[in-house]
């Protein structure tokens, strides 16, 4: 197994890795949160995590699984913003944080999503709840199965609200899935958790996530309280191209969660950096050739390399080629027949295959006997 040592230009480096791969430089960091994770959007790097795969109460973090539901049915034409649902007594009852809409009359998606997203109104939520599924213990199936569906096993929901149930219960990691599929599957719809305030029935009210108000980049996404869960923020902020989510959980006031919230991305951002070392096309190497009409193949990747690393781990990073050498012809265009190899102290290797991008195809049998002679006598540098 021959391995090849590769050097990178400085301003380069590697992988993009798989969501829940936990990146340990710089972990020391601690916060006062019951729950927390924080990790790379475009990369799925974690930079923290504290009881990430906890079952906790999300309060109104949980709307955002509402709001999907929502988004969900706009993006596939059965469902429009300028459809109306009818409010019912039990909506219009509902206590907690409110929209105010008015009993017997009919409300716009769009002035219910923004109900439910900047004013977190419980009473938006069960209109959508009973529109879209009849009751809101329907809807709350429908949730939960759709949660199964995004890969959030774990998740359960009994409302549509967040309001406390002793089995409505979500993960701080799921929380971060969640974002992540809204983040990237509904761009047209996701500005709405930036709008920092709005107004219905004659009543103005402010977006509850403190992030919006300060410089960090911050545009989403949901605040979350209640005296069982603690106060709790999922947020996302964007810096040049790089995006990070946060959420915690089980902090003792909204002050302590604008803060941590803050902290916890400028951390992210200062601490960590994403790297790309190869995209789709780039020549990583040249493997050589056994018996083949060239005696060596360019090697490339499929999809971009991108890997987020700290300060530190970058500096001692190691990326290698590891092939069987010499790889017999023939070789098919596209073929993976090598691995590139990422090695960080105190971290899993990554590995990423390699794919040849020619056709190598077999000599005649001369120059197959001559080339088999010649390696016999000189080894692989005669090839």
């Excluded at 409505?168 to 920092?196: D, Q, V």
Aim: proline share 5%; glycine share 8%; charged share 25%.
């Amino acid at each position: 197994m021959s391995q090849r040592l590769l050097k990178i230009r400085q301003s380069l480096v590697v992988l993009a890795v798989c969501f829940g791969t936990t990146v340990t430089a710089a972990q020391a960091l601690d916060t006062p949160a019951r729950e927390a994770f924080v990790f790379d959007m475009n990369t799925g790097a974690v930079l923290m995590e504290k009881n990430a795969d906890e079952l906790m109460p999300p309060a109104s973090m949980s709307k955002l699984m509402t709001v999907t539901m929502v988004m969900e049915r706009l993006k596939d034409g059965s469902l429009k913003m300028d459809d109306t649902l009818p409010v019912s007594e039990i909506a219009w009852k509902k206590g907690g944080s409110k929209m105010f809409v008015r009993v017997d009359t009919r409300v716009k998606i769009s002035d219910l999503l923004r109900g439910v997203i900047i004013q977190s109104g419980n009473d938006a939520c069960i209109v959508i709840a009973e529109g879209l599924a009849g009751s809101e213990e329907a809807f709350g199936d429908a949730m939960t199965a759709r949660a199964r569906e995004l890969g959030m096993e774990k998740s359960v929901f009994k409302n549509a609200t967040g309001w406390p149930h002793p089995e409505h219960r979500m993960t701080a990691r799921e929380l971060g899935i969640l974002a992540k599929h809204i983040i990237e599957n509904f761009p047209e719809y996701y500005g709405i958790f930036s709008e920092i305030d709005f107004t219905f029935s004659e009543i103005k009210q402010g977006n509850r996530n403190p992030l919006l108000y300060k410089n960090t980049g911050a545009d989403g996404l949901k605040t979350g309280h209640t005296e069982e869960s603690g106060y709790g923020l999922v947020g996302s902020a964007k810096r040049d191209d790089r995006r990070l989510i946060v959420v915690l959980n089980g902090l003792t006031s909204a002050k302590e969660r604008s803060r941590e919230g803050e902290r916890l991305l400028e951390w992210g951002f200062r601490e960590f950096g994403n790297y790309s070392l190869f995209k789709p096309g780039d020549i990583v190497d040249n493997a050589r050739v056994w018996l083949g009409e060239t005696d060596t193949v360019p090697l490339t990747v499929e999809e971009d390399v991108t890997i987020t690393l700290s300060r530190q781990e970058r500096k001692s990073m190691v990326v290698k080629v590891v092939y069987n050498e010499p790889i017999p012809a023939p070789i098919l265009e596209g073929t993976p027949v090598a691995q590139l190899l990422i090695e960080v102290p105190d971290k899993e290797p990554i590995t990423v295959p390699l794919i040849a991008t020619e056709n190598i195809a077999r000599p005649g049998v001369v120059r197959r006997l001559t080339s088999a002679v010649e390696y016999l006598i000189f080894g692989p540098s005669a090839q």
